[in-house]
């Protein structure tokens, strides 16, 4: 079963918006990070936050976490076309595996 | 530096055949792995390993094996292929708490 789940699933935005997309999560996690995905292409890690953290920042790119509420948010300020491409959400609870959620799709039209 | 090399990109089964997938890592990295994505579904964990000569199940094992006799290599072998296997499979090595991840291997199987 998966841990991690996006919303939304699409998103579709004008460039020089912000872009905000959501993870949940079910178990208690020792870390959270994103990860985009170009199309036809492997992951590339973005940011991780730690179970303790509540905010992180690097870059352009934001990561809140809700331990309380079993969630996270990434959010992309400033959004270029270049962003384009598929954001997951992956969550480590124990020493070896990390789980991944099924991806936002984002769309950031020129 | 390569970074995680997958051989080969593309392949064309017919049901009941074998294949060997092969992953290759140049960053001395303990930890390897193996994900096949599939639409809608994110990526689900099929083995991995945390060192030479060491491997373990993921989430969804069946009908595939592994091996990693060098640290370099993670062999991912598909016995009797079935059409369920039809996937994008991701080979992935760890540093720290990140993920790096080869371009994958588009596998179907008919």
Not at chain 1, 63 to 70: E, G, I, M, N, W
Not at chain 1, 79 to 104: E, H, I, K, M, V
Not at chain 2, 15 to 39: F, I, K, V
Request: proline letters at 3%.
């Amino acid at each position: 079963s998966q841990q991690g789940e996006e919303d939304p699933q699409a998103l579709s935005i004008q460039e020089g918006e912000n872009a905000t997309m959501n993870c949940s999560y079910k178990t208690s996690i020792n870390n959270l990070q994103w990860y985009r995905q170009n199309s036809g292409r492997g992951l590339v890690h973005l940011i991780l936050i730690r179970s303790n953290e509540r905010e992180k920042h690097s870059g352009r790119l934001r990561v809140t976490l809700d331990t309380s509420k079993k969630s996270s948010s990434l959010l992309i300020t400033a959004s270029r076309a270049a962003d384009t491409a598929s954001y997951f959400c992956a969550t480590r609870t124990g020493a070896n595996n990390l789980f991944f959620g099924t991806g936002t799709r984002l769309t950031v039209i020129p | 530096n390569a970074g995680v090399t997958q051989t080969p990109k593309f392949r064309v089964l017919k049901t009941g055949q074998s294949m060997t997938l092969l992953c290759a890592q140049d960053m001395n990295h303990e930890y390897m792995y193996w994900y096949r994505q599939d639409p809608g579904m994110g990526l689900r964990l099929i083995h991995y390993s945390v060192g030479e000569g060491t491997t373990a199940k993921g989430e969804v094992p069946d009908g595939y094996n592994v091996s990693r006799l060098k640290k370099q290599n993670f062999l991912l072998g598909l016995e009797s292929a079935a059409p369920s296997q039809t996937s994008v499979y991701f080979c992935a090595s760890r540093r720290n708490e990140k993920l790096f991840f080869g371009s994958g291997t588009q596998l179907s199987v008919l």
